[in-house]
């Protein structure tokens, strides 16, 4: 089973760009909900992680821990739908309840809030691992990191076993992430709403005269980052079997990275931000050692802040006067 | 007279204090004595804790709760917290500094892990109160020459070892656990370690014990406990040809994901890993599958059914009071409750350096885990370890190692 330097080099690859795609996943509502009301959602992560007990929670109320070929397939469709549609309800009852009073307070309050919500979703992720049912092992210790059922095996799709693999799970990645990304650029660049959405991002004043129920847009949007959040969180613990009430922090610090590193607002630069720190992750975890890896990932985060202050794909800000 | 008036207001004052109680309660702390423990209850290594409590609790109980004379309190605190889900050094902090300042507690039980040990070791020291650990296992805790330049006097502030433990160290561990490896065919490991005192330090002995006895190190890296998943590393171990991977760490710095990688990642070497991942909650974060017929973990122990004599009837005392069959470490916190009790018994005070003097000078102790003494650096001459291996999703023991 000895690996060709180019064989390896291709397994970094789609182990990156799988695990960027991820990140990118989560990274697209971050820079969504900032984009519409400039509010960096520290709880973002933490929406994630609870789509994930939510997906292990029917997963063991329906019984399909152990469901494999087209069952498993269906239970897939199924947690992805619920979990998407959780979050994203989820995230715009967090908004309905702790931000849009703060609408017109100084943003500062805005960010304090998120990090305080923050703190509640982490304590119910707590809680919920404490409940007595066999996925979450009777619930004797919550905080205890989960297994989670490896509905989609890792078979490999490509050559033989001691090639590269390109496993199913690596396409589940694929095959969610990219028609998301896809419809989602449809959304807001070909639609109506889509439409509104810009209008309140650039001008919520301008945009209300114009006739634009601009809280009914920043709800949806606050839907929509939600439930890209809830996709992410099935196709994450799909692909890595595990999942914990503080894995919300991690996921969120990857995520705020990639969208900054694209530039936040950028819905092309989240994307981009996200397979960036991926493909580093992996490169830097084979050609130079893993304990390096977080520091070259943020080495590389200032290194492009410093010569474009928005990030990749971001615009220069409009000084409002 | 200007005498009057604040000899009035005393007077005043002392009708106020319910004066009786005080004394009442001040004869009442005469005779008692508070033994404390410091473990993480919060998170994954509460199952183990829990045990190793309950060990504690019935070392207490078997005397009866009093002893010399003075009625024993017991405390069990927590130096994890919900946002780690693990140990907080921020935590065993407060726990140490609330026991030293608290003339009640003549004895420390703890730490879990051996990185929480060295906040509390020079704290305790200080204060001349006897530590007792049932678990630490990193050798520059007591061992000088194993750890940094400055260890272990840098945990000894008044110069005296009040640090003791019941449980044989990682460099003995460590060797033992490459030793075995060659046993089971390694030719070339992958050594890994979490960065922590504990895995790091057992993943050093490893490497240097692997090398001496004629295996090829591959690597040693230290991963990212936090760490989504570990493909990307597992992609590099499998180009380098290992046929043996060692994992120094814990359960909670995601030992079980690194399994899972290994094996959908296509690596079929062997796993073995040190006893910070002995627990019920390694099976589980790992599953089972993931496992079965190629995991190893050495123990700087025997497993509860293994033990004898004493041990044996530790086990089912245990099961009779509790209903459960014991983690690996319950009868570790059993012991170390078992020691300072004999020490505070023979000592006849519950003054902390006459107690602390008593647990240094024990010699030949007949417990749980054998007849053993603590030596001058506080170490357990004690130096039975097992190995197991998981088969059907449960560790079965395989064999005694370094005896």
Redesign the interface.
């Known amino acids: 089973m000895e690996f060709t330097p180019a064989e390896v080099f291709a397994q970094q690859v789609v182990n990156g760009l799988s695990n960027g795609m991820i990140i990118a996943l989560i990274a697209l509502g971050y820079t969504m909900v900032y984009g519409i009301i400039e509010l960096i959602n520290w709880a973002h992560g933490d929406l994630f992680m609870l789509g994930a007990f939510l997906a292990l929670t029917i997963l063991g109320a329906l019984g399909l821990q152990e469901a494999s070929g087209p069952m498993a397939a269906v239970a897939v469709v199924l947690l992805l739908v619920t979990s998407a549609v959780f979050c994203g309800s989820f995230n715009v009852l967090a908004d309905r309840i702790a931000y849009r009073p703060l609408r017109n307070a100084p943003k500062v309050s805005l960010l304090v809030t998120a990090i305080g919500v923050s703190f509640i979703f982490v304590n119910l992720g707590l809680f919920w691992g404490g409940v007595p049912m066999e996925v979450f092992s009777g619930g004797i210790a919550a905080a205890a990191p989960k297994d989670f059922p490896a509905l989609v095996p890792s078979r490999n799709l490509v050559g033989t076993d001691d090639g590269v693999h390109f496993t199913l799970r690596d396409l589940l990645v694929v095959a969610v992430t990219i028609p998301l990304m896809v419809s989602l650029w449809w959304l807001v660049t070909r639609t109506r709403l889509g439409k509104a959405m810009r209008a309140t991002a650039q001008n919520p004043t301008a945009a209300r005269l114009m006739g634009i129920d601009t809280d009914r847009v920043i709800a949806s949007t606050f839907f929509l980052g939600g439930s890209l959040a809830g996709f992410a969180s099935v196709v994450y613990a799909l692909y890595n079997n595990t999942i914990s009430f503080q894995m919300g922090y991690r996921a969120g610090m990857d995520a705020f990275t990639a969208a900054v590193l694209g530039g936040i607002g950028s819905l092309p630069g989240a994307v981009l931000g996200g397979l960036l720190i991926g493909l580093t992750r992996s490169m830097s975890d084979q050609y130079i050692e893993t304990r390096w890896t977080n520091a070259l990932v943020f080495a590389i985060l200032i290194i492009i802040l410093v010569f474009r202050p928005s990030g990749l794909l971001g615009m220069k800000q409009r000084e409002k006067v | 007279m200007p005498f009057t008036r604040p000899a009035t207001l005393a007077a005043r004052l002392s009708r106020l204090i319910p004066v009786a109680l005080l004394a009442a309660s001040a004869a009442h702390a005469a005779d008692q004595i508070k033994i404390v423990s410091s473990l993480p209850r919060?998170?994954?290594s509460?199952?183990q804790t829990t045990t190793m409590v309950n060990g504690i609790r019935m070392a207490i109980d078997e005397v009866g709760g009093k002893i010399d004379g003075f009625e024993i309190l017991y405390e069990d605190m927590d130096d994890a917290s919900?946002?780690r889900?693990n140990w907080d050094p921020a935590v065993e902090g407060q726990n140490a500094n609330k026991a030293a300042k608290d003339p009640l507690v003549v004895g420390y039980i703890g730490t879990f892990n051996s990185g929480a040990a060295k906040i509390a070791m020079p704290i305790l020291n200080r204060a001349g109160c006897v530590m007792v650990s049932p678990a630490n296992t990193y050798p520059g805790l007591t061992k000088p020459g194993f750890g940094e330049k400055n260890e272990p006097k840098v945990y000894r502030p008044s110069g005296k070892v009040s640090y003791f433990r019941v449980v044989p160290t990682d460099d003995l561990q460590g060797s033992v656990a490459a030793e075995w490896a060659k046993e089971l065919g390694a030719t070339k490991v992958f050594v890994l370690h979490d960065?922590e005192l504990y895995g790091k330090g057992i993943a050093d002995v490893f490497e240097k014990r692997a090398k001496e006895i004629g295996m090829q190190v591959a690597a040693v890296?230290?991963?990212?406990p936090?760490?989504?998943?570990y493909?990307?590393?597992v992609?590099?171990i499998?180009?380098s040809?290992a046929n043996f991977v060692y994992f120094g760490g814990t359960t909670q710095n995601?030992a079980?994901?690194i399994a899972?990688d290994l094996r959908?990642?296509?690596v079929d070497a062997p796993f073995m890993v040190p006893d910070g991942c002995f627990e019920e909650?390694f099976i589980?974060?790992?599953?089972a599958a993931n496992l079965n017929g190629k995991t190893y973990v050495t123990f700087g122990g025997l497993p509860a059914d293994q033990l004898t004599g004493k041990g044996a009837e530790f086990r089912e005392r245990y099961k009779a009071k509790y209903g459960t069959e014991p983690e690996a470490y319950a009868v570790y916190g059993y012991e170390a409750a078992r020691v300072l009790l004999d020490a505070i018994d023979r000592a006849e005070t519950k003054d902390r350096a006459a107690i602390l003097a008593a647990v240094a000078a024990t010699r030949d102790f007949s417990g749980a885990l054998g007849t053993w003494s603590f030596d001058d650096n506080g170490d357990t001459t004690n130096r039975v370890m097992s190995g197991q291996a998981v088969i059907d999703g449960k560790f079965t023991f395989q064999k005694v190692l370094g005896r």
């Open positions: 919060t998170g994954s509460n199952a919900p946002q889900g960065r890296e230290g991963i990212d936090k760490a989504a998943n493909r990307s590393l992609t590099k499998k180009a040809g995601n079980g994901q899972k959908s990642g296509g909650a589980e974060a790992a599953g």
